[in-house]
Nanobody, 128 residues
């Protein structure tokens, strides 16, 4: 089992930036593919970004492509989400997820229910 704890959320003006972190503990971090998801009030949880075990393979939702960057540091057991050019529609609770079946590729991993381990989430609010 792996435990995930997110941090870095907050209130930012439109056009600003935030960097989210997700610290993992419990198992070998490099065994897991990692994902970021978000859920806005009244909406279902949606996929944001994915990174494979090595950090070489990444994949983004169209809505964040070119603005968000996912990365990981296996030595620190941490995955990051750098969010630039934030928009009010990016406002949501952001959660990280881990699953060993996505270690190499995210195929099928855009569905939240497919992921095994979740953090508690961190709130991101973008004001206009």
């Amino acid at each position: 089992q792996v435990q995930l704890v997110e941090s870095g959320g907050g209130l930012v003006q439109a056009g600003g930036s935030l960097r989210l972190s997700c610290a993992a503990s419990g198992r070998t971090f490099s065994n897991y593919g990692m994902g970021w998801f978000r859920q806005a009030p009244g909406n279902e949880r949606e996929f944001v970004a994915f990174i494979n075990w090595s950090g070489i393979g990444t994949y983004y939702a169209d809505s964040v492509k070119g603005r968000f960057t996912i990365s990981r540091d296996n030595a620190k057991n941490t995955v990051y989400l750098q969010m630039n050019s934030l928009k009010p529609e990016d406002t949501a609770v952001y959660s990280c997820a881990a699953d060993p079946k996505y270690r190499r590729t995210v195929a099928g991993g855009s569905t939240p229910s497919a992921w095994q381990y979740w953090g508690q989430g961190t709130q991101v609010t973008v004001s206009s």
